[in-house]
C-alpha cells in the first residue's frame, strides 16, 4: 500500500557556482555562472544516465537554487515548470528543511532538493546513518555537488539517522562533454542534446496597410532578428516558440500549427536546427513588462522586414508567410 513502508530516495543537490553579490540587487537574485550553469546540467544528464529521474522537485526560491534545479530537470529530459520554490528552503535550518521534506506526497518515492550550504549538509549528515566523506577543502557538499540517499518509510517519518549514504557526486568528476542526440548517444557536444533542437516565431498583424511582420534587434543590437530559443523539454515546439516571443519581443499570441519553414546554423561547436512557425501577434507589453526592451522592436512590412534581417534563411521564410498564412486559411 502507498505510503508504508516503501523505499524513497532523497537527492540532495548544492546550487552551482554564483556571481557574487555586488553583482546583484541582493543575495537572492544572484544568478548562476556559466560554469554553474553546466554543472547543474552534468548532473541532470547524471541523473539520466542512472536511472534516477525525481518524481518531484524543490528548490529554495533564491535565483541561483531555481535555476540550478531547472537547468539539472531539462538536461535529464524533465520539464523545468516542475521545480516547485519553497522559501523556507532559502537561510534554512534543519529543522525547516525537514518540515519542507516531511510535507512531500505519500506518492512521491524520489526527490530532487535543490538548496544552500550550511544547511544542505546538516541535513545529509542527520540523515546518513554512516559517517559522511569530508573535503577538507569544502566540507561535505561541495558547490554543485550531488548527494543521493534512501531510506525506508514515509517522508512524514524522516529521522536522524533513517538513510543509507549512496552516492555523492561532485560536478568535478563528470564528463565535459554532453552526450548528443540523447542521453546515451556516443557523439559528444558543448552543450546538453536539447540546445541544439531550437524554435522560432514570425510574429505578424494585419492591418489596413497590409500585414506586418515585428522584427527585434539580435541580443548584442547588431543586426535584426525573429525570435528564436531552444525547445525546451516537456514543450511543444510551439509553446517554446511562444515562450521566446514573449520574452526576446514582448508580445503573447497565437502560434499555428503550420510549419513556415526550417533552417540550421553554427552554434556551441555544432550545428542548431530551427523551426519557424508564424504567430499572430494580439498583445504587445508595454516597454516597462518587457524583460528584454533593451533589444528594440518595430512593426515593418513583410517585404521590408525580409530584406533587413541578416539570415538568408530567415528572409525566405519571411517572405513565404503571405503564402503559409494562405494555405492555413484555406
Request: charged share 30%.
Amino acid at each position: 500500500m502507498i505510503g508504508k513502508a516503501m523505499m524513497r530516495e532523497l537527492l540532495i543537490l548544492r546550487h552551482g557556482k554564483a556571481h557574487p553579490q555586488e553583482d546583484a540587487d541582493d543575495d537572492k537574485t544572484r544568478e548562476l555562472k556559466d560554469k554553474g550553469k553546466r554543472n547543474a546540467q552534468r548532473v541532470g544528464v547524471w541523473l539520466a544516465q542512472n536511472g534516477l529521474l525525481p518524481d518531484h522537485v524543490i528548490s529554495s526560491h533564491a535565483t541561483r537554487a531555481k535555476r540550478t534545479a531547472e537547468k539539472c530537470c531539462k538536461s535529464a529530459g524533465l520539464d523545468g515548470s516542475m521545480v516547485y520554490k519553497d522559501a523556507r528552503v532559502y537561510e534554512a535550518t534543519l529543522t525547516n528543511l525537514l518540515d519542507v521534506l516531511r510535507e512531500t506526497p505519500d506518492d512521491r518515492s524520489r526527490v530532487l532538493l535543490v538548496g544552500h550550504n550550511p544547511s544542505l549538509e546538516a541535513l545529509l549528515v542527520h540523515l546518513s546513518r554512516a559517517p559522511v566523506p569530508r573535503n577538507e577543502k569544502d566540507g561535505f557538499l561541495v558547490t554543485g555537488a550531488l548527494a543521493h540517499l534512501r531510506f525506508e518509510g514515509r517522508w512524514k517519518d524522516l529521522r536522524q539517522h533513517c538513510a543509507e549514504l549512496l552516492d555523492v557526486i561532485e560536478p568535478g568528476a563528470l564528463p565535459r562533454l554532453f552526450p548528443y542526440p540523447d542521453i546515451h548517444g556516443a557523439e559528444e557536444r558543448a552543450r546538453p542534446a536539447y540546445y541544439y533542437t531550437q524554435s522560432s516565431v514570425v510574429p505578424f498583424r494585419r492591418t489596413d496597410a497590409g500585414l506586418e511582420v515585428l522584427i527585434i534587434s539580435s541580443s548584442k543590437q547588431r543586426h535584426w532578428v525573429i525570435p528564436k530559443g531552444i525547445h525546451d523539454p516537456g514543450h511543444t515546439a510551439q509553446d517554446s516558440a511562444a515562450k521566446e516571443a514573449f520574452e526576446e519581443a514582448g508580445v503573447e499570441g497565437r502560434v499555428l500549427n503550420s510549419l513556415i519553414g526550417n533552417y540550421s546554423y553554427e552554434k556551441w561547436d555544432a550545428t542548431c536546427d530551427v523551426e519557424v512557425y508564424p504567430m499572430e501577434v494580439t498583445r504587445e507589453l508595454p516597454e516597462d513588462e518587457w524583460a528584454e526592451s533593451h533589444r528594440g522592436r518595430k512593426w515593418v512590412s513583410v517585404e521590408e522586414a525580409a530584406s533587413l534581417v541578416l539570415n538568408d534563411d530567415v528572409k525566405r521564410i519571411i517572405a513565404n508567410l503571405p503564402d503559409a498564412l494562405a494555405k492555413e486559411e484555406a
